[in-house]
């Protein structure tokens, strides 16, 4: 998903990323304040900076994949603004 492509988008209350997108672009999803839930693939490599941050009622997201899987994800430190507490992987859930 490109840089800043759904940034500030006030409808958007559900993500599923295909297994096609490897990537979450600087501000994707940025002030989605109306986003609710997501389903990231397993397939996913990068998150940039501020992907998720201003999300303000998204507070889980769902991975497809294994908790290794999701450790292996390069994600900036600033990925999300503490909203997302955790994360629901297919073997367990990380706390954030």
Known sequence: V?????????TITKVILPDTV????YAAFEGCSSLRLVYLNKGLKTISSKAFANCPELTMVKFRGTMEEWNAVSKASDWHSGNIVKIICYDGTITL
């Open 2 to 10: 490109r840089d800043t492509a759904f940034r500030y988008n006030k």
């Open 22 to 25: 490897h990537a979450l672009g």
